[in-house]
């Protein structure tokens, strides 16, 4: 089946630092990923969705200065959490998929936790 | 828009028990629906879909029915075990952008032993 590989799995950091996230399909051409969001004991919520060579297009609300990402090739998304601050710390989950048609493979997430 | 309402948890259950998992869903046209599961620390597995109007879908012994009639696609299996207990979130995909979901906001399932 497809896999989508997410790294690193836990960070912790500092204030100020910015932290990046790297999402693999390790077994199919992705042309869209997803880039979601989740707090504890909460649903997802998508934050931006990314397509192969392209600017990401984001959801209302979530600042693409703060949230970058990247998508420059068909098997690798990045999302970088620039200048993170305790209140960025949360679960983050990439999903992939052949195209924007096609149904979405997800990732096993990055807790990501701020000091 | 679209939505999609799940039951409230959390559910607690005996082994052995009925599930059933209530999902009712709103979208302008015709969603596909989705049943994903997330175990604790991981991100969401597809459990089962259904595509088009009464298709059932169906995976270890989770089975969920799409009823257009009353837009639900509620999450049943007969007997649960321990190993089941995980969070649960009902989800459909609509349009020329399928890959792209609205969730709902999960139901935590908890089986005793």
């Known amino acids: 089946g497809a896999v989508v590989s997410q790294h690193p799995s836990w960070v912790i950091c500092k204030s100020g630092t910015s932290v990046k996230i790297e999402c693999r399909s390790l077994d199919f051409q992705a042309t869209t990923m997803f880039w979601y969001r989740q707090f504890p004991k909460q649903s997802l919520m998508l934050m931006a969705t990314s397509n192969e060579g392209s600017k990401a297009t984001y959801e209302q609300g979530v600042e693409k200065d703060k949230f970058l990402i990247n998508h420059a090739s068909l098997t690798l998304s990045t999302l970088t959490v620039t200048s993170a601050h305790p209140e960025d710390s949360s679960f983050y989950i990439c999903s992939a998929s052949r195209d924007g048609n096609q149904p979405q493979h997800f990732g096993d997430g990055t807790r990501l936790s701020i000091l | 828009g679209n939505s999609v309402t799940q039951m409230e948890g959390p559910v607690t259950l005996s082994e052995e028990a009925f599930l059933t998992i209530n999902c009712t869903y709103t979208?302008?046209?015709?969603?596909?629906l989705f049943w994903y599961v997330q175990y604790p620390g991981e991100g969401l597995q597809l459990l089962l879909k259904a595509t088009k109007a009464d298709d059932k879908g169906s995976n270890k012994g989770f089975e969920a029915t799409y009823r257009k009639e009353t837009t639900s696609f509620h999450l049943e299996k007969g007997s649960v075990q321990v190993s089941d207990s995980a969070v649960y979130f009902c989800?459909?995909?609509?349009?020329?952008?399928?890959?792209?979901?609205?969730f709902g906001d999960g139901t935590t399932l908890t089986v005793k032993p």
């Open positions: 989800a459909l995909t609509e349009g020329a952008n399928a890959g792209k979901s609205t």
């Open positions: 979208a302008t046209g015709y969603p596909s």
